[in-house]
């Protein structure tokens, strides 16, 4: 039986114009998917046993997608599923939900898992491709950003210069406590590719406007993160999610969500992951002030996600190209 793991993630800005050639920043959440693979006896069938915790009916949705993406990793991975079967059994306690990486953290830890059943010799570099080449069937063309916190952990800024996928390490001087809120919207991030391409067409100027506004503030934000600043920090989210409004790539939930967070007292807050659903994040001062806010969403039946951002890298290596 082999065994693999992957961190969920949370955007902090810049997720969705990625392959626009915006940089983004995100962070592995602390909590995994694991996956387990067993070999079954040859002309078995792909047995897939989903045992996560779940946003009501986000499994269900995913569920057709999901064995496409094992099909695809298993192919890239060279493997023969005919001649090696498999049963798939995942778990774990990252929630599987829209905007938190699920689909990432359970292709990474599956190729893991492939890695470590049938000795396949992967490096670090290679687990996160094979996590990346499962993304295609969730969200279309992936820019990778997901997968890349998944494989890596800490926080990182990550972007796609000259056909080239790299990130590099960012290091807060102190901890970063962030609440994350479910909307309760699950949203098919493979749609929005197509979106945004209606929105180009529609309004060149608008958009490229704010694009090259987002790329001003991730380098912002990314200051801001490495002096400590996170009242500057909150602003400068607050900011980024007014141009996704604006870009209609918001949720009338996400924004209420996010409203009544600041007057708890957040530094600030905005949606995370592709948009329209999923989760909004907010950046609070302490852990105190994170139990009260996730404490008032709680008690309303609002699924939430308490965490400290930027922990668990796997090395010490500040930047690297990637496959």
């Known amino acids: 039986m082999g065994i693999g793991y992957a961190y969920g ?11 626009n050639g915006v940089p983004a920043i995100v962070s592995a959440l602390p909590f995994r998917t694991e996956t387990k693979v067993e070999r079954l006896p040859e002309g078995s069938d792909l047995i897939i046993e989903d045992h996560r915790t779940e946003v009501p009916g986000y499994i269900q949705k995913k569920a057709a997608k999901c064995r496409l993406s094992y099909e695809r990793m298993i192919e890239k991975m060279g493997l023969d599923i005919k001649k090696n079967p498999m049963k798939i059994t995942v778990g774990g306690d990252l929630l599987a939900g829209s905007g938190v ?16 059943e049938f000795n396949l010799g992967l490096d670090l570099v290679e687990q996160n491709w094979v996590g990346f ?11 990778g950003v997901d997968n890349t916190a998944s494989s890596f952990g800490g926080i990182m800024m990550y972007q796609i210069r000259d056909g080239k996928k790299m990130y590099e390490r960012i290091k807060p001087p102190k901890p970063l406590y962030v609440v994350l809120a479910n909307s309760g919207v699950t949203y098919d991030t493979a749609l929005m590719d197509a979106e945004i391409e209606a929105l180009i067409k529609k309004d060149a100027g608008f958009f490229y406007k704010r694009l090259n506004k987002t790329a001003e503030q991730v380098y912002a934000l990314k200051a801001a993160l490495n002096a400590g600043d996170y009242d500057a920090v909150g602003e400068i989210m607050t900011a980024n999610h007014q141009l996704l409004i604006e870009l209609n790539m918001s949720h009338p939930r996400l924004i209420e969500l996010c409203d009544r967070s600041i007057k708890m007292g957040a530094y600030g807050a905005k949606l995370t992951g592709g948009g329209r659903g999923g989760y909004m994040v907010a950046l609070v001062k302490d852990l105190d002030m994170q139990a009260k806010i996730a404490g008032t969403f709680e008690k309303e039946g609002v699924p939430v996600i308490t965490a400290e951002l930027g922990l668990n890298p796997v090395d010490d290596v500040d930047f690297r190209i990637l496959k």
């Open 101 to 116: 990486g699920a689909s990432a953290a359970i292709s990474v830890s599956f190729g893991r898992a492939c890695n470590d």
């Open 9 to 19: 993630k949370n955007i902090l800005i810049g997720d969705q114009f990625v392959l």
């Open 133 to 143: 080449q499962g993304e295609f069937p969730y969200h279309g063309e992936p820019s």
